[in-house]
Nanobody, 115 residues
Framework: QVQLVESGGGLVQPGGSLRLSCAAS????????MGWYRQAPGKQRELVAS???????DYADSVKGRFTISRDNAKNTVHLQMNSLKPEDTAVYYC?????????WGQGTQVTVSS
């Protein structure tokens, strides 16, 4: 059963912008903190940003001031607005929530920042 569906990745030039979206089932969206992670080739998956059900946000230092995470409560969707993209932002981006200490992931969406 697919519960997290990401979209919005693609190829963008350095300095450009992309918006990622993660559609979740209502039962997940309304109960859990949602997060965006990313994994670059040869590197570990890392937390990019998270947002609680109350809307409190947290960001990795590397994306502060450039990325914004938000929740659309009407559509059960979490967005990640990414501005001033850099080549080092290139990765597969995953939507996430945790339940009883276990992580659950979407299928991932590729973001490539290159000229």
């Amino acid at each position: 059963q697919v519960q997290l569906v990401e979209s919005g990745g693609g190829l963008v030039q350095p300095g450009g912008s992309l918006r990622l979206s993660c559609a979740a089932s209502e039962s997940i969206f309304k109960r859990y903190t949602m997060g965006w992670y990313r994994q670059a080739p040869g590197k570990q998956r890392e937390l990019v940003a998270s947002i609680t059900i109350r809307g409190n946000t947290d960001y990795a230092d590397s994306v502060k001031g450039r990325f914004t995470i938000s929740r659309d409560n009407a559509k059960n969707t979490v967005h990640l607005q990414m501005n001033s993209l850099k080549p080092e932002d290139t990765a597969v981006y995953y939507c996430n929530y945790n339940f009883l200490g276990l992580p659950y992931w979407g299928q991932g969406t590729q973001v490539t920042v290159s000229s």
